[in-house]
């Protein structure tokens, strides 16, 4: 059974950090999504596991890091100067083997996680 959890959540106000984790052993595309209250879910961040490649979503880059622990078990989102907008409820993602990935479209992937809710207040 697939699971992907989330954790890290929380509130902070605007300029602070956190970091979201999420256990996703076994894949090799993974990535974050976020949904804020009344929009559609959007993209974060995703990773390729094989080479470890990063790509970022315009709003968050420069702010936000995407990783893995040494295991690949985990996957982290470090969030840096946080902003009002960036409150969202957070998801980690997940892709089955095959196929063609498109890091950034939330349509790319098969499992996700069920979020970890992130405020920033002014």
């Known amino acids: 059974q697939v699971q992907l959890v989330e954790s890290g959540g929380g509130s902070v106000q605007a300029g602070g950090s956190l970091r979201l984790s999420c256990v996703a052993a076994?894949?090799?595309?993974v990535g974050w999504f976020r949904q804020p209250p009344g929009k559609g879910r959007e993209a974060v961040a995703a990773?390729?596991?094989?080479?470890?490649?990063?790509y970022y979503a315009d709003p968050v880059k420069g702010r936000f890091t995407i990783s893995q622990d040494n295991t690949r078990n985990h996957l982290y989102l470090q969030m840096n100067s946080l902003k009002p907008e960036d409150s969202a409820m957070y998801y980690c993602?997940?892709?089955?083997?095959?196929?063609?990935?498109?890091?950034?479209?939330?349509?790319?992937?098969?499992?996700w996680g069920q979020g970890t809710q992130v405020t920033v207040s002014s």
């Open positions: 990773l390729y596991r094989g080479d470890g490649r990063t």
């Open positions: 993602a997940a892709r089955r083997p095959g196929g063609v990935w498109s890091p950034l479209d939330p349509d790319s992937y098969d499992y």
């Open positions: 076994g894949y090799a595309h």
